[in-house]
């Protein structure tokens, strides 16, 4: 298998990355870039122009944004059993980028104290914040996974957006999300992914 990088800073959405790798038992290795100018100039700016982590780069190519990273590590080892079969992924896909999408904006808009008006409730993804957390709170009650009865990588995916919806107060605190979030989170590879960005914290 060819060389597999992870660009990330223990501070991001990498950690949501490094879960997965250690969900998959990849080998990898990790890069730490700061923020900062390290983040925004050479070398990093040729594999993310974005300069943003989390990156990773897979037979010298690079691949950004979170979701798609997710995606292609659970494509890439298929032994782990991360992704339902092909013809299966119907709750699979939607979810996932249901997360990518609509979540993030309406969380994001949150957090920013930013209410988007009613009357232009059609001109954004995700309709309204109340609209968003009333669809998740009621798909993930009804099964225990997002895709049926088994952990896939949408739900490492949507449960860290869930867990990080709880800690900051993006998410109410609903049975249902803490009740979801325990549930997928209590896993080997995640408390591995932790202690290991936890390692890589600088002193406060």
């Known amino acids: 298998m060819a060389e597999l990088v992870f660009y990330t800073n223990p501070q991001s959405r990498g950690r949501i990355v490094r879960w997965m790798l250690e969900e998959c038992g990849a ?6 870039v700061e923020y900062g100018p390290e983040m925004k100039e050479e070398p990093f700016i040729s594999i993310n122009p974005m300069g943003k982590v989390p990156a990773i780069v897979y037979a010298g190519k690079a691949i950004t944004e979170t979701a798609a990273i997710i ?24 979810w ?37 957390v009333e669809t998740l709170a009621k798909k993930v009650s009804r099964s225990p996974y997002i895709a049926g009865d088994s952990f896939t990588a949408a739900d ?3 449960g860290s957006h869930v ?24 896993r080997p590879a995640r408390a591995r992914a932790e202690e290991l960005d936890n390692a890589l914290m600088k002193p406060a």
């Open 71 to 94: 995606t292609f590590l659970a494509d890439l080892f298929p032994a782990a059993k991360l992704a339902p079969p092909a013809d299966q992924r119907q709750d699979y896909y939607r």
């Open 163 to 186: 867990g990080y919806g709880l800690l900051f107060g993006g998410l109410p605190k609903l049975a249902e999300f803490t009740d979801y979030f325990a549930r997928v989170s209590a």
């Open 27 to 32: 080998v990898y290795r990790t890069v730490v």
């Open 96 to 132: 996932l980028f249901f997360a990518a999408g609509p979540l993030e904006a309406a969380l994001t808009n949150k957090s920013l104290g930013f209410d988007l008006p009613a009357e232009k409730s059609r001109m954004a993804g995700y309709g309204s914040y109340e609209l968003v």
């Open 156 to 158: 490492l995916y949507v």
